[in-house]
């Protein structure tokens, strides 16, 4: 593996010294802005390097994004590398293959978990993919299953007028009322069964509307509960009525500064640990 | 004991900071300076006695600073020995250095050199000497020069040993020259005048600061061994000196030469000490606040600060300079430096600190001494002025009384101070003329390539934006004078009537005339004005931040923000004739608009559309009309009924059938149009579409039991959702309301992170919160005044925020008790809970509190996670200091500023380029994507079945069928998104929903992971998804690229 790395950095040397545009490593994975004024590679590269060193003063253009998987860096590099020059020969699909080609023999020294299945895939799909390297999506405009004429057919079907609304509407609601009825039918019958009726203990507040007919019993307006309990007043005896009360809370307040404290230290410890006492 | 004293967080946090910057004076780094010293101490050595000086090598700076007779035998410096901050034990890191005096030896001055700068150009000489041997010898790396407080004629040398020390970088030794009794005291009095070139008519006038100059010199051994007195054996004094000068080294307004330095500080702290303000039982940290408290209150700086317990000539000082720190035995200010304008800044930032030791709570250690207060960040409005090769301001010499660098800056303050009068709060000039590593000897002409900066911040925004300057009374001639010499042309004699002064008086005026969402500009316009008309500038060389970011907020040439008077105009029309409804069974008790256009935070508030208005007739169009419409969200409360049904679903039905009967409603009585879907209801009224929404107060409270009942298993509900969007909307309106330019910072706040694609991570309302915070919570600053700043101080937040270990609490009516922000945080740690054991899960990554959602359940539960919110975070503070570095130093061309909008394309695993002309705003579009590597994987034909405009083919026929094919809501990009989510859940998809060309795909790791392991025989190949993602977008798609490999390993 390392000796592979060696292998690809090699290669990457060699590369920088010829001033091509693209030709930037993954490795320190800056990445650049498209940006034509970039041309002249070689002050930007440099920039680059330096701005690796330094990375708090790094350019606003660029952002830097540090990837925890060796692994694929490794990978991507070295594909990078194919790639690139790949596109500057200009002869992309022979040299396409001959990197296949060429990969499949370095993957050898590879260890074997590290063959990637991208790789392999890429392989199986060759041949496809250098028949038609761009594959051609359609315009669409005569196929409503997909795209741009699905989402417009969606979007009118979406609106059929307020009348077929309406009446969709209507329909649901007698079929949802429907349901209910034949719920509560069920239920009746099921209770009418046996000649009993099941006495349930009921949990919780009373409902305020009845099950069957809808209508509201004893319905409180849920602003006018709040209001209520703002209204009530705390009780104000019995807090620090007795002593052994007021020494609890003392004792608790106490415990809770203590957990607090000892949150603070963690967290501290924490913080030191990233840094953050630096204030430069 | 520890424990006990220890209780306080913020005690504990400014420990670990002290233990941070302070510098071990260990056994090597002692070794390493007495090494650096005695090495000077012997090249210097090595220079022969009675060398003769002629100053011919330097004759520049001779000339420069206008002295004659410089000629001298070289001598031995009398001794060399360590003072400045080293002696004192109280280095702060970063800057290094050790202070070396070499007092220079009598022999070399005449009795009289103290006239003409001749003193100083020895010194230089003197030091230039010095200079070259030490280049001579190996054992340093590199001598420079540099200068004592910014002063030109005051050069010292910066040597930088060859030896290095991993734990100190950056280390040097500043070799500094003083003139322990070279003269007579009493020469150097304030009234005498020593620079003979100072004259008026003939009459010498005083020249107290260059006296200052020379006193300085001969006074600084005497100071230091009055503040190693002081220091040394004082750990706390030590400690409570490192703090401030933290403090002060992050407020780069107060940390400059007409202000604040580390020796300064220690001056006053001992004065403080002298005066038996501070006592040996205080920790530090009091300390520091006590000497914020004097700095920033004491009625003793109006009279003068006297070290020794007497001063016969108090007054004598104080008129000459604004401020006084007197010492008696040497008749020196030490405070000659401070200017008037330097010293109010300085008493606001203590006033300032003060406030956050009071009021910030946990975060106030972060906001006084970690959060950096640099002028971008601090001003409203910035001015460079490059005066490079400008040769007015140094017509009569460079140095007089005072240095001309000194002398412009105080002319600039002044001309600005004047010209904004009360628009300005606080009109700052500071003048770094000195760039690192320049050279002295060919003259000082090079000291002015470094800019001039200017900060300026707002009073009121009323203020700033007021259109007309008053002036004087026409009838007082001399008054009426001043002002036409000041305003020139631009004045108008005009006859504006004081109504308020209730006598008619003639007055002059400026008027500035300006449209409405131009008005931030005026400020821009009185600055060049001014500065044009006084200095021999040209325009080319002010370079103002003020509206380089308005490009991104424009449609053409015209904010559309311009439309959001009739919105609102249309909406009060709405509201009433919803309320006057008569035929649906229950009434319309309120209406509430939801919707971020009005509240004046939308980025682009829709302009009226020429067929959604209810003329009968088609209108005369000038331009293309859109063919989307964007329709705004508008809440409606009903009566309380008790019919209501019980299960959701039912309610929404209900509600629906509510909706479209209003909708007919309107349609019969007002002849608007409505179009509805089986969920949205909207009506078009004069060019703006509505959409209607009923909030039902029972499902609030269904909700709220379940919420009481079972805290994890929560249930959103439409009403809760539309309960919150209220609550959120009124409050952020009322904000608006008090501070008129949160509205441009939360609209370039949502243009930047929807143009860096993270428009599914950040939610609009969670933007909106974010913006809030900086204007309820602005410490250790003032609330913003200018979009530019408030953008700025927006991405640091982001950048900086600890958002892993703290909720941020928006309190935007300032009514939280303590109990409340314990239950925030109470709830934060809930969230936090698991963060210990697997850093990965968490929810609320970004947790924000509000009053309204105190678990921070509304806006950002799901959304960032911990891997979006690390990447908004990267792309934040690149942001951030691009922008910074834009208002201090680079070239403003437009390029550099859009590149904040820019985004990179090559952060993603593939990339989809949309056709920009299938976009429902193509004008919103700010750079058309383009990609050069990556693998063109599919491109694809534009779709015929849509426009975004409708040509005039589309546009024959009556007005009811042109409102058909009016599309509401339309967003083929949000359709996209839909589709790809539904079909292939492995990729995570980036985008602008603000009208973007481009989206982003991640592979999602966990999927893939999973995916692996599940059907590891049927592997997906990336091509073949990309293949069918381009396929689900036909018609819209118009490449897709393939960038890097997703990582499909563990």
């Known amino acids: ?280 | 004991m520890d424990s006990d004293t220890l209780t306080e967080p913020m005690e504990l946090k400014v420990l670990e900071l002290i233990k941070e910057v302070q510098i071990d004076h260990s056994p090597s780094f002692t070794k390493l300076v007495n090494d650096s010293v005695s090495s000077i101490q012997n090249s210097i050595n090595k220079i022969p006695n009675n060398l003769t000086v002629t100053g011919e090598e330097v004759a520049g700076f001779v000339r420069d600073v206008g002295a004659d007779k410089v000629d001298f035998k070289f001598k031995k410096p009398k001794s060399i020995e360590i003072g400045g901050s080293y002696s004192l034990k109280c280095v702060v890191k970063p800057d290094i250095n050790v202070d070396l005096f070499i007092q220079l030896p009598k022999e070399c001055f005449h009795e009289k050199d103290y006239l003409n700068h001749r003193y100083h150009a020895k010194r230089f000489i003197y030091l230039s000497i010095i200079k070259k041997f030490l280049n001579l010898d190996s054992s340093f790396e590199k001598v420079e020069w540099s200068t004592l407080q910014n002063e030109a004629r005051k050069p010292v040398l910066l040597v930088c040993p060859a030896d290095k020390l991993a734990e100190v970088p950056g280390f040097v030794v500043r070799i500094i020259p003083t003139a322990k009794s070279l003269f007579n005291v009493a020469k150097l009095d304030l009234k005498r005048n020593n620079v003979r070139a100072l004259n008026q008519d003939g009459t010498p006038l005083p020249t107290p600061r260059y006296n200052s100059s020379i006193l300085e010199d001969m006074c600084s051994e005497y100071n230091t061994e009055f503040l190693k007195k002081t220091f040394l054996g004082w750990k706390a004094l030590g400690e409570a000196l490192v703090l401030l000068k933290v403090w002060a080294r992050q407020r780069n307004s107060v940390h400059s030469h007409d202000c604040l330095n580390g020796y300064l500080i220690a001056i006053i702290l001992s004065y403080l000490v002298a005066h038996e303000k501070v006592n040996n039982s205080m920790r530090p940290l009091q300390i520091f606040r006590v000497t914020l408290d004097f700095i920033a209150n004491s009625k003793l700086w109006s009279r003068g600060l006297f070290l020794q317990k007497q001063g016969e000539d108090r007054m004598l000082y104080k008129e000459s300079f604004p401020v006084v720190i007197c010492d008696s035995t040497t008749h020196i200010n030490l405070t000659f430096r401070i200017k008037g304008s330097g010293f109010s800044e300085l008493q606001d930032e203590a006033a300032l600190t003060l406030k956050c030791l009071e009021k910030s709570g946990d975060g106030a250690f972060e906001d006084i001494f970690m959060t950096k207060i640099d002028f971008p960040a601090k001003y409203d409005y910035c001015v460079r002025l490059n005066l490079k090769g400008n040769s007015e301001f140094y017509s009569s010499g460079y140095c007089l009384d005072e240095e001309c660098w000194r002398s412009h800056e105080q002319k600039v303050q002044s001309l600005l101070s004047q010209g904004l009068s009360d628009r300005a709060r606080s009109v700052r000039v500071i003048w770094r003329n000195i760039p690192s590593g320049c050279s002295f000897e060919n003259g000082l002409s090079t000291l002015d390539v470094e800019p001039l900066l200017v900060g300026i911040s707002l009073s009121s925004l009323d203020k700033a934006f007021r259109v007309v300057d008053i002036g004087a009374d026409a009838e007082n001639k001399e008054e009426a004078a001043k002002f036409r010499k000041f305003w020139g042309k631009r004045q108008s004699f005009g006859d504006l009537r004081m109504v308020k002064l209730l006598k008619a008086q003639v007055r002059l005026y400026v008027l500035w005339e300006s449209e409405q969402w131009r008005k931030h500009l005026i400020l821009k316009r009185i600055v060049e004005y001014i500065l044009l008309r006084h200095l021999a500038i040209s325009k080319t060389s002010i370079e103002q931040t003020v509206d380089q970011l308005d490009f991104s907020l424009v449609h053409g040439v015209e904010d559309p923000m311009s439309f959001s008077a009739s919105l609102l105009g249309a909406f009060d029309v709405l509201s009433k004739r919803l309320r006057l409804i008569e035929d649906i069974p229950l009434k319309v008790s309120s209406v509430q608009p939801l919707d971020p256009a009005f509240r004046c935070t939308s980025v682009f508030p829709p302009e009226p559309h020429p067929l959604a208005s209810e003329k009968g007739n088609v209108p005369r169009l000038h331009k293309l009309p859109s063919s989307c419409i964007q329709p705004l969200e508008v809440m409606i409360q009903l009566e309380g009924s008790g019919n209501w049904p019980m299960d959701d679903v039912a309610i929404e039905k209900t509600k629906s059938a509510f909706l479209l009967k209003i909708g007919e409603s309107l349609e019969n009585s007002w002849g608007m149009t409505c179009t509805a879907t089986e969920d949205d209801v909207d009506v078009f009224l004069s060019g703006y579409a509505f959409r209607l929404k009923i909030l039902h107060e029972r499902g609030l409270s269904l909700v709220k039991r379940e919420i009481g009942s079972d805290q994890g298993k929560r249930v959103s509900s439409v009403d809760q959702k539309l309960f919150v969007c209220s609550q959120h909307s009124s409050m952020i309106n009322g904000l608006q309301g008090i501070f008129p330019i949160y509205g441009p910072v939360v609209r370039l706040a949502k243009r930047w992170v929807a143009s860096h694609m993270f428009s599914a991570c950040l939610s609009e309302e969670a933007i909106e919160l974010l913006v809030a915070h900086l204007f309820v919570k602005p410490l250790p600053f003032t609330a913003p005044c200018s979009r530019i700043t408030g953008f700025l101080r927006f991405l640091r937040l982001l950048a900086e925020y600890d958002w892993i270990f703290s909720p941020l609490i928006v309190d935007l009516n300032s009514d939280f008790n303590p109990s409340d922000k314990k239950e925030i945080h109470d709830k934060f740690m809930l969230t936090r809970k698991g963060y210990e054991e697997n850093s990965q899960n968490i929810s609320s990554a970004m947790f924000l509190a509000t009053s309204y959602d105190k678990a921070s359940e509304a806006w950002t539960r799901l959304s960032p996670n911990l891997l979006e919110l690390k990447r908004l975070v990267a792309y934040a503070c690149s942001s951030a200091n691009l922008l910074t570095r834009l208002v201090l130093r680079d070239q403003t061309d437009s390029y550099r500023w859009e590149c904040l909008f820019r985004t990179p394309l090559n952060n993603y695993n593939a990339v989809i380029l949309l056709h920009g002309d299938r976009l429902p705003y193509p004008q919103r579009l700010l750079f058309p994507s383009k990609l050069n590597h990556g693998r063109l994987v599919a491109h694809g034909n534009a779709s015929k079945a849509f426009q975004p405009f409708m040509l005039p083919r589309d546009l024959r026929g009556s007005l009811d069928e042109l409102k058909n094919k009016l599309l509401v809501d339309f967003d083929p990009l949000r359709c996209y998104i839909a589709d790809l989510e539904k079909e292939c859940n492995i990729l995570k998809s980036w985008y602008d929903s603000l009208g973007g060309d481009a989206i982003g795909l991640t592979w999602e790791r966990s999927c893939s992971k999973k995916r692996d392991r599940d059907e590891a025989g049927e592997e997906e190949d990336p091509i073949d998804v990309l293949k069918a993602v381009g396929e689900a977008g036909k018609g819209f798609v118009k490449s897709v690229h393939f960038l890097k490999a997703p990582r499909l390993m563990n």
């Open chain 1, 1 to 280: 593996m390392g000796n592979l790395k060696e292998k690809v950095d090699k290669k990457q040397k060699k590369k920088s010294k010829k001033p091509n545009n693209s030709d930037f490593s993954e490795k320190d994975v800056m990445i650049k802005k498209e940006d034509e004024r970039n041309k002249a590679t070689r002050p930007a590269e440099k920039k680059k390097r330096k701005r690796e060193k330094g990375s708090s003063i790094d350019g606003g253009d660029a952002i830097q994004i540090i990837r925890e998987d060796d692994v694929t860096k490794a990978e991507g590099e070295k594909k990078r590398n194919k790639l690139r020059k790949k596109k500057k020969e200009g002869r992309s699909k022979i040299m396409f293959c001959a990197y296949i080609g060429k990969s499949k023999k370095s993957k050898k020294k590879k260890k074997e978990h590290e063959t990637s299945k991208e790789d392999e895939i890429i392989l199986e799909k060759r041949g496809e993919t250098n028949q038609d390297e761009a594959y051609c999506i359609s315009s669409g405009d005569e196929d409503c299953s997909k795209g741009m004429k699905k989402w417009l057919t969606d979007y009118h079907q979406s609106r059929p007028g307020l009348k077929v609304l309406q009446q969709r509407l209507d329909e649901f609601i007698v079929s949802h009322e429907e349901k209910l009825e034949q719920e509560r039918k069920e239920r009746e019958a099921q209770a009418a069964e046996g000649g009993w009726t099941v006495v349930k203990h009921h949990k919780g507040r009373k409902k305020t509307t009845d099950s069957e007919s809808g209508i509201t019993v004893g319905s409180v307006a849920p602003a006018a509960v709040e209001n209520q309990m703002t209204k009530k007043k705390p009780k104000e005896v019995g807090l620090e009525f007795y002593r052994f009360q007021k020494r609890e809370a003392q004792r608790s307040e106490i415990m809770a500064l203590r957990s607090k404290f000892e949150e603070d230290r963690k967290r501290i410890q924490q913080l030191r640990a990233a840094r953050k006492f630096r204030p430069y």
